[in-house]
């Protein structure tokens, strides 16, 4: 992958709406839908590999199961506002997956939030596995070194 | 049953306080929210009759689908109200069951909304099959005729 | 405008993809999941008209408070189908909006859920208003005859 | 407050049961909605104090933003389970607010997930505000030291 090649770091862009049911009372978006949409970013990433989410779980049997989350609020999002989710990979190891991601305002790349995720692959008995070798590769080509 | 016996319809009722989350930048709750108590009616009223939605699902590989809502919504409940949900059976026959649903303000018995849910028994291909009949029975036993 | 023009009357079309957090442990997207992408089909019909729900909020001090919502699900989206909300004006009449939509599934064009909201227009004290001219007009013009 | 006085923390117990709505395709409860019951803790920790978030927002114009989220998941909680939602202040000095939770399964108090929220005090134009005086003495007396 040519962003490995030059030294930078694969980063997934994908650009979400602020819907008015993720707004609450004080006029701003609730803050767990950052988390929503951290997993919109994940997803995003994993397609732009080539990978797939839906038949990881479907024929290979393997959910990556959220073990820790993190997230810093910077500045509020708001209704209708437009918003990208940049998502990074920062690392995978054994059954151990960990993302990064910043989400900014698209009108004028103000940062509004960011976070990491750490994850586990797990089979559908919710017990631990090691990620399968297919993707284990194309994960670790796009690892930030 | 008492309720039945009395020629008076069972009504279960649950409670739920709003949550935050639940608020829009409207400053009320957002109205697919409602649904969700709905639902937290149902699963209660299931409850009251000595039966469980969960093993229903687990033992006898059954899901009661949604196929049909309707709401009407008279007036907005709001942040941190104490909501009373009330919920009876409608109508089950064959596949197919009906709730209805009266949501009021606990405080002072204010009707905010009321509506229906029409559901089809389905087994876990998601494909129609007949209510077992030992919960047939017990839905009979409190149906409003 | 040109599809009224013809007799066609407008119909707004958008899309979403369906998120993890929008499913249940049926495996499929749990109901109420379904009037928020009306809401977004809403939205972006009130955009594509030239006009802008955030504005009509902010500068004119009016919301689109929902009164009534039905909804028929006809086949269950899964986890990352891609879906096109088909959104039309149904009637706009003095204080009272109405919209329709059908929810397909982009792949194969299957109809998935259809429904209808009904709204009241009101300003910020949550009391009934006529819809301003400037709003009304243009409604008027892809009103469905 | 005789706990402070004893030397125990202040430790706020809050209720809920995990609805279908809370599920995903997994099979479990999708993790974003352990921040929403991390507020369902904090505002029952704070009516316990004596205190009402409803009017500290409507009364004093003053909110409590989450500026910092982070979460450990460590047993997934399932449909249908009652969960005990432990709520304590870790601390609060001029702006900012901390609290931490620990949710566990009701019936066999194994822990589920554990976090903390840091907040800043904002008033309605989401600007940093000191915590009104009032406020500030009540979380002092249950501060754990």
Redesign the interface.
């Known amino acids: 992958m040519s962003e490995t090649a030059t030294g930078k770091p694969f980063v997934s862009e994908s650009r979400v709406r602020v819907?008015?049911?993720e707004?609450?009372?004080?006029?701003?978006v609730?803050?767990?839908?950052y988390?929503?949409w951290f997993?919109?970013g994940r997803?995003e990433f994993i397609r732009k590999l080539g990978m797939?989410?839906?038949s990881m779980?479907h024929e290979d049997g393997i959910?990556i199961?959220?073990?820790?989350?993190?997230?810093?609020?910077k500045y509020?999002a708001r209704?209708?506002d437009e918003l990208v989710i940049e998502t990074r990979l920062v690392a995978a190891r054994g059954a151990v997956v960990k993302f990064g991601y910043r989400i900014v305002r698209a009108a004028d790349h103000m940062l509004l939030c960011e976070g990491e995720t750490v994850h586990v692959v797990v089979g559908k008995d919710?017990k631990k596995r090691l990620l399968p070798e297919k993707y284990a590769k194309r994960f670790a080509a796009v690892l930030i070194s």
């Open positions: 819907r008015y049911a707004t609450d009372q004080m006029g701003v609730y803050h767990a839908n988390l929503v997993e919109v997803v797939d989410y839906r779980e959910g199961a959220v073990v820790d989350v993190s997230a810093r609020y509020p209704y209708d919710m």
